[in-house]
């Protein structure tokens, strides 16, 4: 398992390490004492698993404000992704900056995304399987959402026409986003 560090401070990309022979492979897709080695979370509250049956679905960007906020660590089981993040942490000096990873079956990725980050992917096969650990419970109260297509924030997707949810179509524009205050709830 290698972990390096993306663009956006606190983002990672995993890179998880097959072990193959003629019967296929086994491969470790968490390991507790690696992401405490490398400063992560290794508390985990659930495990979500979303099916997308149309390519260049966008599912997001969705965040949980304080003290709901979530870490995710996501990887795509079938299929591929792109999976994008954009950081609405007060006081960043990132804020409003946006990173990808691409993460398929074949590349076997996964992606590490902080509290404070809005969320989504894009299917970029027609059936896509992913599967995410998040470290809070779901709090409907504390639920957000940024537009896919902020031009403020500039995201470049696979597709300009994908197929969205009606509460996704309706995001909030950046603009119009209070930043997520981390120190909420401590």
Same mark, same amino acid.
């Given at each position: ?151 403020? =924030? ?6 300009? =026409? ?21 120190? =909420?709830?401590?």
């Amino acid at each position: 398992m290698n972990i390096e560090p993306l663009k956006l401070e606190g983002s990672y990309a995993v890179t998880l390490a097959p072990i193959g022979d003629d019967r296929g492979y086994f491969m470790r897709t968490y390991d507790k004492s690696i992401f405490s080695d490398a400063g992560l979370q290794t508390e985990w509250t659930q495990e979500n698993q979303s099916l997308s049956t149309t390519q260049y679905t966008i599912r997001g960007l969705h965040f949980q404000r304080a003290p709901h906020a979530e870490t995710k660590f996501i990887r795509a089981l079938t299929g591929g992704i792109l999976d994008v993040f954009v950081d609405l942490r007060k006081g960043s000096p990132t804020y409003g900056e946006w990173d990808s990873v691409e993460l398929t079956e074949e590349n076997k990725k996964a992606a590490y995304v902080p509290k404070g980050f809005a969320h989504a992917f894009c299917s970029l096969t027609d059936v896509v399987v992913v599967h995410y650990k998040v470290d809070n419970a779901y709090a409907p109260d504390a639920e957000g959402g940024l537009r896919w297509n902020d031009a403020d =924030v500039g995201i470049k997707w696979p597709t300009d =026409v994908p197929n969205l949810s009606g509460k996704d179509e309706v995001s909030s524009l950046l603009k119009d986003l209070e930043p997520i205050d981390l120190t =909420v709830g401590q």
